[in-house]
C-alpha cells in the first residue's frame, strides 16, 4: 500500500490564506452594493473624473501601479505642482442621518516632506462652484486626509458648517489629530460619522482618534459660539490702576548706600606668580615661517611672518606684562530704588464687560451640507503619491470589509519587503531605530505635548534622514520629555518678589550684552569679508613654509 503525500505546512497556510481572501473578496463583492461610492482606479479615470483647467493646476495625473503591485491608482506625476481632480457622485449623499463612511487609501511612495494628501468632500454645485473650474475656493464639506509642511504633520479633519444667525460657512477643526505615518507604505484613512455626533478618525483601521462634533474640546474654534464676547466698545477708564503694587512714597536711601561703588575692584592681595616672564611676548614670529617667491614689496606690501604662540610661555605662569586681577567689591549695592508696596489705588487687569452673543445658536446636531463631489485639490514638492480605493459607505463593516481585501493584503507585502530591507541594512543604517520613532511619532500625539508636538517632530525627522546623529537625537527627546514630566510633576515654583538694588550690576551687564551684540555684528561683517575675500584671495598675508 503506497504512502500517502503530505502537503507540507508553509504550503497549507499558504492555501488557507487565498481561501480566506477568496472569501473576504466575495464578501466584499456583496458589500459593494451597499457602498454609496466606490472608486478602485482599476481602470482609466478619465472617463470619470475631471482634472481642473485652471492654469495654475499644471500638474500630471496619472493612471499608475502602486510600486511593487500589480493594483493600479491615482498617481501625482510630478514634483513642485499645483494639483486638483473631481468625481461628481451620481446622488448627493446626506450626513445629517445615520452613519457616514469615508474611507480612502494613499501611499506616499517618495516620501512627503511638503504637500498633502487629503481629499474634500464637496457641496453641490449650487452653492457656487464648477467642476471644469475646481479649485482651493470650491466649498467643502469635510476636508480629510494627511498633510505634512515644516511643523505641520497631522491627519486633517476640517468640516464647514453653517452659522444659523450669521450665515457665514465655518471651518472647525479637530484638535489635537494623529500624525502622518513616516514611512513609505500604503496606508489606510477612514473617518467614521456616526449619528450620536460622535466622529471616530482610523489609520490602518486603528482608532486614533474620537470627537464630538458638539463638544469645545475636540473642535477648534467650537461648533457652537460662546453666549457672551467681551464687548468691543467698552473701553478702559483713563482713572483705571493696574498697578498691584507700587513703589513706597516714605522709603528714604540710607546714608551709607553707595551707588558710585563699582562692581568690581582690584585685588590688593594678589601677587605676581613665581616664574612669571615679564620679557617674553605672549607670540613670537614664526621662525620657521619663509617669504613667498612671489611676494612684491610694492604690490603687497612689507611681507610680515605670521604670528605663533610663544613655546617659553608654555611651561610658564604666564608672560608680558603681569596685573593684579580684580575680585567682587564687598561694598557694591548698585542703584538704590524704594520698596513695593500694596497700590492702594489698585483695581485689578481690567477686561472689557461681555455682552450677548449676536452669533450665538444652539443644535442638537451638525447640520450639515451634503456631499455632491470628491475632489482632490492639492499642492506638493513631492512626486509619487498614490490614491486608491476612495469609498462611501453607510456602514463602518463595510469598510472594514474593504480594508481586509483591498488594503491589507498589500500593505502586508510591503511591510515584509521593508522588514528585510531593514535587515539588509543592519546595524549600520537608520533600521534599528525605525520601532523606536514610531513609538515616539505615537507619544507626541498625546494631548498635552501639543505645544511641543512641532519640535518632537523636527528632531524625529533629523534623525530619520541622517542616521550619524540618531543617538544624539533621541537623547534630545528623551531630555524633552523628562523635562515636561518633572515640570507637569512638580509645576514651576514662584520666586519672591524681590526690591532690585542692583541695578548698576544690570547696567554692567547690559553693557556686555551691547558688546556682544557689538561683537555679533562685528563677527558677521567679518564673516561677510571672508566671503567676499574667497571669491578673490588678498595676496598681503600669504604664507609659506619650507620644508
Known amino acids: 500500500m503506497g504512502e500517502r503525500k503530505r502537503i507540507p505546512l508553509g504550503m497549507f497556510a499558504v492555501l488557507l490564506l487565498i481561501s480566506a481572501c477568496s472569501f473576504q473578496f466575495l464578501c466584499a463583492t456583496e458589500d459593494a452594493d451597499d457602498a454609496i461610492f466606490y472608486e478602485s482606479f482599476d481602470e482609466d479615470f478619465q472617463d ?4 481642473s483647467q485652471k492654469e495654475e493646476y499644471s500638474g500630471v495625473w496619472k493612471h499608475a501601479k502602486s510600486e511593487g503591485h500589480d493594483d493600479h491608482g491615482l498617481l501625482v506625476s510630478e514634483k513642485a505642482r499645483k494639483y486638483a481632480i473631481v468625481k461628481e457622485l451620481d446622488k448627493a449623499v446626506s450626513l445629517r442621518d445615520g452613519t457616514v463612511v469615508l474611507q480612502f487609501e494613499t501611499r506616499l511612495q517618495n516620501g512627503l516632506e511638503c504637500g498633502g494628501a487629503y481629499i474634500k468632500y464637496l457641496r453641490p454645485q449650487d452653492a457656487g462652484w464648477k467642476s471644469k473650474e475646481f479649485d482651493n475656493e470650491s466649498p467643502y464639506s469635510i476636508m480629510f486626509g494627511p498633510d505634512k509642511c515644516g511643523a505641520t504633520n497631522k491627519v486633517h479633519f476640517i468640516f464647514k458648517h453653517k452659522n444659523p444667525k450669521t450665515g457665514e460657512y465655518v471651518e472647525h477643526h479637530l484638535k489635537n489629530p494623529s500624525s502622518v505615518p513616516s514611512d513609505k507604505l500604503t496606508h489606510v484613512y477612514t473617518a467614521i460619522l456616526k449619528p450620536n455626533n460622535e466622529v471616530q478618525i482610523l489609520l490602518d483601521g486603528e482608532q486614533k482618534k474620537k470627537a464630538d462634533f458638539l463638544s469645545a474640546d475636540d473642535f477648534e474654534p467650537p461648533l457652537i459660539p460662546t453666549k457672551t464676547i467681551p464687548d468691543p466698545d467698552d473701553k478702559k477708564p483713563e482713572d483705571w490702576d493696574e498697578r498691584e503694587k507700587i513703589p513706597d512714597p516714605i522709603a528714604v536711601k540710607p546714608d551709607d548706600w553707595d551707588e558710585e561703588a563699582p562692581l568690581e575692584i582690584v ?28 611676494w612684491d614689496d610694492e604690490e603687497d606690501g612689507e611681507w610680515e611672518a605670521p604670528k605663533i604662540e610663544n613655546p617659553k610661555c608654555e611651561a610658564a605662569p604666564g608672560c608680558g606684562e603681569w596685573k593684579r586681577p580684580t575680585k567682587s567689591n564687598p561694598a557694591y549695592k548698585g542703584k538704590w530704588y524704594a520698596p513695593l508696596i500694596e497700590n492702594p489705588a489698585y483695581k485689578g487687569i481690567w477686561k472689557p464687560r461681555d455682552i450677548p452673543n449676536p452669533a450665538y445658536f444652539e443644535l442638537k446636531k451638525p447640520d450639515f451640507e451634503p456631499i455632491a463631489a470628491i475632489g482632490i485639490e492639492i499642492w506638493t514638492m513631492q512626486d509619487g503619491i498614490l490614491f486608491d480605493n476612495i469609498l462611501i459607505a453607510k456602514d463602518d463593516k463595510i469598510a472594514e470589509s474593504y480594508r481586509e481585501t483591498t488594503w491589507k493584503p498589500k500593505f502586508s507585502v510591503e511591510k515584509e519587503k521593508q522588514k528585510e530591507e531593514e535587515n539588509e541594512a543592519g546595524s549600520s543604517g537608520i533600521a534599528g531605530f525605525q520601532k523606536v520613532f514610531d513609538i515616539l511619532y505615537k507619544i507626541a500625539d498625546i494631548p498635552f505635548l501639543s505645544a511641543y508636538k512641532p519640535k518632537i517632530h523636527d528632531l524625529i525627522e533629523k534623525g530619520q534622514e541622517q542616521p550619524n546623529l540618531t543617538v544624539g537625537i533621541l537623547v534630545a527627546i528623551l531630555v524633552i520629555f523628562v523635562s515636561i514630566f518633572f515640570r507637569i510633576i512638580f509645576g514651576g515654583k514662584k520666586q519672591p518678589t524681590k526690591v532690585e ?47
Open 48 to 51: 470619470r473624473w475631471i482634472v
Open 267 to 294: 585685588d590688593e592681595e594678589a601677587e605676581k606668580p613665581e616664574g612669571w616672564l615679564d620679557d617674553e611676548p605672549e607670540e613670537i614670529d614664526d621662525p620657521e615661517a619663509t617669504k613667498p617667491e612671489d
Open 501 to 547: 538694588t542692583k541695578v548698576e550690576k544690570t547696567n554692567v551687564e547690559s553693557s556686555s550684552s551691547n558688546k556682544k551684540s557689538g561683537e555679533n555684528v562685528e563677527n558677521e561683517e567679518n564673516k561677510e569679508k571672508e566671503e567676499s575675500s574667497s571669491s578673490a584671495p588678498a595676496r598681503r598675508r600669504s604664507i609659506r613654509r619650507e620644508n
